[in-house]
């Protein structure tokens, strides 16, 4: 059996690893609040964990680096327990771990999110990493895997759009990794936050936030707990049910970028001959100094 996880192998396997062109999921997270019955590493254990089972899967194909566990939650900072990191510190941190993953043989990667306070960040610094080095990456939260969604509107009880942190589906998922860690008696019930037609946020079964407008404002602005969403209706058995279904959807997304051809770009310009030029980006491969 092939090693899955980058942090438990040495450098000849890596090396072999990458001659095998095998995909590499980075699990991006962010360590948060997450109300009252839920530990603050909710939104990079998930991501972990979908990643880890995914790649057990397929051994041969795939490849977990070490997951990313701080992230952008400026936002969510009114609660103790949170560690966030500035947005343009954040872009350059996950651009450098991408290029060092290219700069080792790898040309695909997988940026696996679990907080959507990264998302805009996120898509900056695959945007960079890819432009420079001509590697393959892309970029997906686990909400928006299509099996997850497919199976967060059967079994979902609560309201939609309502829930997006600590709620229903994101507990249920807690419980279905790592049970003993959740305060089952300090869940609680806070809905009704998204009103509005155009303004909402919602992370299963309630649309898709692409239709949203955009918007930011302060957690607290909204809950008094650190919860949004129904964590009452959470069960272990939803969670299971969610949490298969996000790793096929893992699985399925690695399958796909695994048999991607990697294309190359052309330049059309038809510039005249000068004796000095700089190059408009990093050639693939080489680290930016």
Known sequence: MERILWGEMTWPEIQEAAKQQRVVILPVGVTEQHG??????????????????????LPEKALVAPSINHG??????????????????????VSDVCRSVVHNGFTKVLVLNGHGGNIPFLEVSIRLAALETGAFIGLISHW??????????????????????ACELETSLYLAIRPELVQMEHRDR?????????????????????????????????TQSGTMGDATLATAQKGVELLDAAVQGVV?????????????????????KMPHRYPTQAPQGVLRP
Do not use: C
């Open 36 to 57: 009252r019955h839920l530990p603050t590493n909710a939104d990079y254990l998930v991501p972990e964990t979908l990643a880890t089972r995914a790649a057990q899967r």
């Open 72 to 93: 952008f939650t400026a936002h969510n900072m009114d609660w103790p327990g949170g560690i966030t990191i500035t947005g343009r510190v954040f872009i350059d941190y």
């Open 144 to 165: 928006q895997l299509e099996p997850f969604k497919q199976v967060a509107a059967r079994v979902r009880e609560s309201p939609a759009p309502s829930g997006f942190h």
């Open 190 to 222: 806070n809905v009704g936050l998204n009103d509005s037609r155009y303004f909402w946020i919602d992370t299963g079964g309630g649309g898709d936030r692409a239709t949203t407008a955009g918007f930011i404002e302060p957690f607290s602005a909204y």
């Open 252 to 272: 399925d997304l690695v399958e796909e970028i695994h048999a991607r051809p990697l294309r190359e770009a052309h330049d059309h310009h038809e510039r005249p």
